[in-house]
């Protein structure tokens, strides 16, 4: 099973080869900044993502544990890793569809935003 994304303008792309896990949906500052919302994401161990077009990604040290991929080009949020594990969470947005998943959880929530509520009855952590 492999599934495809790409970046809004095709300059990245990217294969995980393997089922999807179900994703979590981030509500912290930082992912909220990144990604212009709330960010979803699925973890994938790195030996699972296969990336084209890695020259066109750039990274964004966000803290001394993560760094922040995103299309140099049209600027498309793409990947959160974790540098001291061996997986990478990659953006559900930029999934070709059908991803065979749905989200799971919300993480972080003590950080959203004001301007929406969580409704969905998924589980909600603060952190």
Request: glycine fraction near 10%.
């Amino acid at each position: 099973m492999q599934h495809t994304g790409s970046c809004l303008c095709g300059a990245v792309t990217f294969t995980v080869t393997g089922a999807l896990p179900q994703p979590n949906a981030c509500h912290c500052t930082a992912c909220r900044k990144h990604s212009g919302h709330y960010e979803a994401s699925a973890d994938v161990p790195r030996t699972a993502l296969s990336i084209q077009g890695e020259d066109a990604v750039k990274w964004f040290q966000s803290s001394e544990k993560v760094r922040r991929g995103f299309c140099g080009n049209c600027g498309s949020t793409l990947f959160w890793d974790p540098v001291f594990q061996d997986w990478t969470a990659i953006a559900m947005g930029p999934f070709d569809t059908p991803t065979g998943t749905h989200l799971s959880r919300h993480i972080f929530v003590s950080e959203k935003g004001d301007y929406y509520d969580i409704a969905d009855g998924l589980p909600q952590n603060a952190k």
